[in-house]
């Protein structure tokens, strides 16, 4: 069934068509009409999955077997509208959507009981589609609650936030939560080129020049809905300029773009030689605890919708390497920042990433850590590893004792300060020294420490020998 031949009822039950009139906004024409359209969200629509036995139900058996309610919990503009559409028009359902912006439990209420009248009199069954269902008040969910309970409509809720904080327990225990995956740069360029060709949108009215599309996929940050929208906004200002040839395709060219945005583009590259310049000022920045170039950098790659998921690994191997033990919590700061901007996304990450480049542009910095796993890897590669020391091999195994493997072993904690003086290291490397802190930060104390721990060492190899 085509989705846009079904009657369907709008935010506060009047009836709507969803087909889109030529004057409906590009993003609402090029809404996915069957389920080989949508974008990105492959691993929910796999064969037998909950979501497509919703959308797609083989038999009657399919469709009682499906979940009663759904909460869409991704990013805006990844399809989370477009799958509660395909909910409701693929198997001949009303749908009918509130907006949690503007309803009241008044609107839920009425909507709920008038579908329970239709089911009783034979009538369709009705898809309640709830965007923004995070901005209902606890009321106004647990209102909710009887009509998911006896299938009255069937739920499908839509969210920004974690639904583990922004939904009720009882809704949410009765619901099917669903991950919406962020689209890749390649899943929104698909669908602008579709966009730019379809007969749904611009039917070939204008060519969109390369060096365009490129900044338009990077503003739309993953948000297929922002991405068309800016599209119509620049492919109006050219279609509306005097051309010398109007019968062919207008060029939607990189100014079209920006002036549709009133934003200069930055010229950035994310596959060519910006994207590695910039990143390695970025990088060289927070090395040499230049905070201010640092922030401009981190701007820049923002700015250009540079994936902030790539801008985070690069933020906890920078803790890591050139942070390291002089300031240990840079490393949690910057994972805690990964972290934070899968949970969020953006805009709003870039506060979260800002926050963890100024802790580490303004650490103190120590490397050695990473050279020490370099030069330690240094004397594994060229084969100089010798045997492990008989009192350190395994001895748990029948017949270890008679090889002699864990004699001579002593347990460290049985030992004044916590520190066994024997050998760790095989004979042929026995006083290498791999790691050797700096005097900077906190590790300046793992200096001081580190001098006893290998003065107790040393005795203990001396006195084993």
């Known amino acids: 069934m085509d989705l846009f031949d079904t009657a369907t009822t709008g935010r506060h039950g009047t009836p709507v068509t969803t087909r889109p009139g030529p004057g409906a906004p590009l993003a609402v024409r090029m809404r996915p009409a069957r389920l080989e359209e949508v974008s990105g969200q492959d691993h929910l629509l796999v064969a037998g999955s909950p979501l497509r036995r919703l959308v797609d139900p083989a038999d009657e058996w399919a469709r009682r077997a499906a979940p009663g309610s759904v909460i869409l919990w991704g990013p805006p503009g990844v399809?989370?509208?477009?799958?509660?559409?395909?909910?409701?028009?693929?198997?001949?359902?009303?749908?009918?959507?509130l907006s949690a912006v503007t309803?009241?439990?008044?609107?839920?209420?009425?909507?709920?009981?008038?579908?329970?009248?239709?089911?009783?009199?034979?009538?369709?069954?009705?898809v309640l589609?709830?965007?923004?269902?995070?901005?209902?008040?606890?009321?106004?969910?647990?209102?909710?609650?009887?009509?998911?309970?006896?299938?009255?409509?069937?739920?499908?809720?839509?969210?920004?936030?974690?639904p583990s904080f922004s939904v009720n327990s009882p809704l949410l225990s009765r619901s099917l939560l669903l991950t919406l995956r962020p689209l890749t740069a390649d899943d929104v360029r698909a669908l602008v080129r579709r966009a730019v060709v379809d007969e749904r949108g611009l039917d070939g009215a204008v060519a969109l020049a390369d060096d365009a599309e490129n900044q338009l996929v990077r503003m739309a940050g993953g948000d297929a809905r922002k991405a068309l929208t800016v599209l119509e906004a620049a492919a109006g200002a050219v279609l509306g300029d005097a051309r010398p040839d109007a019968s062919?395709?207008?060029?939607?060219?990189?100014?079209?773009i920006e002036r549709a945005v009133d934003v200069a583009a930055v010229r950035y590259d994310r596959d060519g030689d910006q994207h590695y310049d910039v990143v390695s000022a970025f990088i060289k920045s927070i090395r040499g605890s230049d905070v201010d170039a640092a922030l401009h950098y981190l701007a820049r790659m923002v700015a250009a919708g540079e994936d902030p998921r790539f801008?985070?690994?690069?933020?906890?191997?920078?803790?890591?390497?050139?942070?390291?033990?002089?300031?240990?919590?840079?490393?949690?700061?910057?994972?805690a920042a990964?972290?934070?901007?899968?949970?969020?996304?953006m805009p709003e990450g870039r506060i979260v990433l800002a926050e963890a480049v100024v802790h580490l542009a303004t650490a103190p910095k120590s490397n050695r850590a990473y050279a020490g796993i370099g030069a330690a890897l240094a004397d594994v590669q060229a084969g100089r590893v010798g045997v492990v020391p008989a009192h350190l091999r395994d001895s748990h195994y029948a017949g270890a004792e008679k090889l002699g493997h864990g004699t001579g072993y002593q347990y460290a904690h049985d030992a004044p300060h916590g520190v066994a003086g024997q050998q760790y290291l095989p004979d042929e490397l026995a006083g290498r020294r791999y790691y050797e802190p700096s005097d900077r930060g906190f590790e300046r104390q793992v200096a001081e420490r580190l001098r006893g721990i290998r003065e107790i060492l040393a005795g203990g190899q001396g006195q084993q020998r």
């Open 338 to 345: 990964a972290q934070a901007v899968q949970l969020i996304g």
């Open 79 to 97: 399809g989370k509208t477009t799958l509660a559409y395909l909910v409701a028009t693929s198997s001949g359902r009303r749908f009918v959507e």
């Open 248 to 256: 062919a395709p207008a060029t939607v060219d990189l100014a079209a």
């Open 311 to 335: 801008i985070a690994r690069r933020l906890v191997i920078s803790a890591a390497e050139d942070v390291g033990m002089a300031d240990p919590s840079a490393l949690q700061t910057a994972v």
């Open 129 to 162: 589609f709830i965007d923004e269902v995070h901005r209902f008040s606890k009321t106004q969910q647990d209102a909710l609650l009887p009509s998911v309970e006896n299938r009255w409509v069937t739920l499908v809720a839509a969210t920004t936030e974690n």
């Open 103 to 126: 309803a009241g439990v008044k609107d839920v209420r009425q909507v709920i009981e008038d579908a329970r009248r239709r089911l009783a009199t034979g009538g369709e069954e009705t």
